[in-house]
């Protein structure tokens, strides 16, 4: 680490420690057929670490995380409670039973925060290679707004299709980001956007659509190519090979 990055990082120390109560609701409900395998994906091992214990890791050293509720299958709740003995995590505070949809789940973990929470911040369990670094940007970003979210640039072109699946326009992929987790927002705007959600019929496939259907903006936060989402088989392979370079980088620590 140079003089600029510990200087940096002191400084983030220094921050943290004023930070409002931030509860982070993680949820790890899904099946992960798309993975592959007998072993819901949220369960294998990526460098001998199961995913999800991965991802309870970075919000577990977060100095700016206070408490983890967690949202899993019901089936799975004995595996977790062994995983957070195993490897000593004292941030779950509970852990809930996840719902039909991904919403349902989210909505479910959002009832179990503290009273002390001035904001919430949802997460994928499957995102496990997210880094305190990002953590810190995205909590640091809400606070100052009260909505961030993770992103990262589009480098793909983008093209946009008719209902019959054929392509009619080119989008500009400058106007385009695509957006990640971990997101952050004040608890009463979540809890708004979350009563008005119940009452609308839009599937809405993350956290910060709810958010902008109440009319807020939400600040976007850079975390880059790594923080990716496992999902398909071919993902625990660059995960591995992100966190082999990452020791390398860190002197074979391997975080």
Do not use: W
């Amino acid at each position: 680490m140079s003089l600029i990055d510990k200087i940096t990082d002191a400084i983030h120390k220094k921050q943290d420690m004023t930070h409002p109560f931030t509860s982070a609701v993680i949820v790890a409900g899904g099946n992960g057929t798309r993975a592959g395998g007998n072993v819901a994906k949220q369960h294998r091992l990526i460098a001998g670490v199961p995913v999800i214990v991965r991802t309870l890791f970075a919000f577990e050293k977060s100095n700016v995380t206070d408490e983890i509720i967690l949202v899993v299958r019901r089936e799975d709740i004995s595996q977790y409670i062994e995983y957070l003995k195993t490897y000593k995590i004292k941030k779950v505070k509970k852990i809930t039973v996840g719902g039909e949809t991904r919403f349902d789940s989210v909505r479910r973990g959002f009832k179990l925060i503290s009273d002390k929470a001035r904001f919430v911040a949802v997460h994928d369990g499957a995102r496990c290679l997210i880094t305190d670094k990002n953590i810190r940007d995205v909590y640091s970003a809400a606070y100052r707004s009260n909505a961030a979210c993770a992103v990262k640039k589009c480098s793909d072109t983008v093209k946009a299709i008719d209902p019959n699946g054929n392509i009619t326009s080119t989008i500009d992929r400058t106007k385009c980001l695509m957006a990640q987790t971990p997101q952050v927002f004040k608890t009463e705007l979540y809890r708004a956007a979350l009563a008005n959600a119940k009452k609308d019929k839009t599937a809405f496939t993350d956290d910060c659509s709810i958010v902008e259907k109440l009319g807020f903006s939400i600040v976007p936060v850079e975390c880059g190519e790594e923080n990716i989402k496992i999902t398909t088989s071919s993902d625990f392979y660059l995960a591995e090979t992100i966190l082999a370079l990452r020791s390398r980088e860190n002197g074979g620590k391997n975080i």
